[in-house]
C-alpha cells in the first residue's frame, strides 16, 4: 500500500496567519492526490482534487500544489471557519489511502 | 441537489449482523463509483472499499477484504455495508462518498456518515 505522511499532524494558528500542510508519499503518485476539510460532527469536504485544482465552491485561498512524492495545502489567509482536520488521499492506486490528518486550531 | 444520505445510527451487541444503506439522488447513481470510509473515535479517514453500481464490481482495501461486505442495488439507487458477525472494534462513524471521474477520481459527495455502537 502507499503510505501517506502528513506534517505537522498538528498546528496552532492565528487568524490572518499563513498556513502550509504537507502530505508526503511513499511512492509516486504523479498528481492524483485531494485534499479534505473535516470539522468536529460532518463529514469531510473535498478541497483539492488532482493536487492543485480547486473544488467547486472552495474559497481562493484554498491551493494545492505538489507532483511525484511531495504535496502541500496552503491556507492563504486562515479565517475562523478554516480550524478543523484536513487530509489527503491518494487516488492513484488501490487501495487509495489518506493521510493521518493535520488538525489546525486557534493559538 | 446531488446528495448521498444514509440510514441512522446503530446500538448492537458483538456477534450481531448488520446492513447499513446510502441512497444517492441529483445524479446517475449507476455511473459512479461508491465508496465507503470508516472513521473511529478520534481517529482518522480510512477507505474500506467500492463498488460500482452499474454492474455492482467490488474491491476491498486488504485491512477489510473478508471483514465486511459491500452490494448495491442500482434500481432504488442504494449501496450496502454489511457486517455478518459484529465486534466491538466496528464502532466508528462510516461514510459513503461518491467517487467522481470529473475531479480525478476524488470523493466529492459525502453521505452524514452512520454511527454504530457495538456493545455488550
Known amino acids: 500500500d502507499i503510505q501517506l505522511t502528513q506534517s505537522p499532524s498538528s498546528l496552532s494558528a492565528s487568524v490572518g496567519d499563513r498556513v502550509t500542510i504537507t502530505c508526503r508519499a511513499s511512492q509516486p503518485i504523479t498528481n492524483f492526490l485531494s485534499w479534505f476539510q473535516q470539522k468536529p460532527g460532518n463529514a469531510p469536504k473535498l478541497l483539492i482534487y488532482a493536487a492543485s485544482y480547486l473544488q467547486s465552491g472552495v474559497p481562493s485561498r484554498f491551493s494545492g500544489s505538489g507532483s511525484g512524492t511531495d504535496f502541500t495545502l496552503t491556507i492563504g489567509s486562515l479565517q475562523p471557519e478554516d480550524f478543523a482536520t484536513y487530509y489527503c488521499?491518494?487516488?492513484?492506486?488501490?487501495?487509495?489511502?489518506f493521510g493521518q490528518g493535520t488538525k489546525v486550531d486557534f493559538k | 441537489e446531488v446528495q448521498l444520505v444514509q440510514s441512522g445510527a446503530e446500538v448492537k451487541k458483538p456477534g450481531e449482523s448488520l446492513k447499513i444503506a446510502c441512497e444517492g439522488s441529483g445524479y446517475n447513481f449507476s455511473t459512479d463509483w461508491i465508496g465507503w470510509v470508516r472513521q473511529m473515535p478520534g481517529k482518522g479517514l480510512e477507505l474500506m472499499g467500492a463498488?460500482?453500481?452499474?454492474?455492482?464490481?467490488?474491491t476491498y482495501s486488504p485491512s477489510f477484504q473478508g471483514q465486511v461486505s459491500i452490494s448495491a442495488d442500482k434500481s432504488i439507487s442504494t449501496a450496502y455495508l454489511q457486517w455478518s458477525s459484529l465486534r466491538a472494534s466496528d464502532t466508528a462513524i462510516y461514510y459513503c462518498?461518491?467517487?467522481?471521474?470529473?475531479?480525478?477520481?476524488?470523493?466529492?459527495?459525502w453521505g452524514q456518515g452512520t454511527m454504530v455502537t457495538v456493545s455488550s
Open positions: 488521499q491518494q487516488t492513484n492506486t488501490p487501495p487509495r489511502t
Open positions: 463498488i460500482y453500481p452499474g454492474d455492482s464490481d467490488t
Open positions: 462518498a461518491r467517487q467522481n471521474g470529473y475531479v480525478a477520481d476524488s470523493f466529492d459527495i
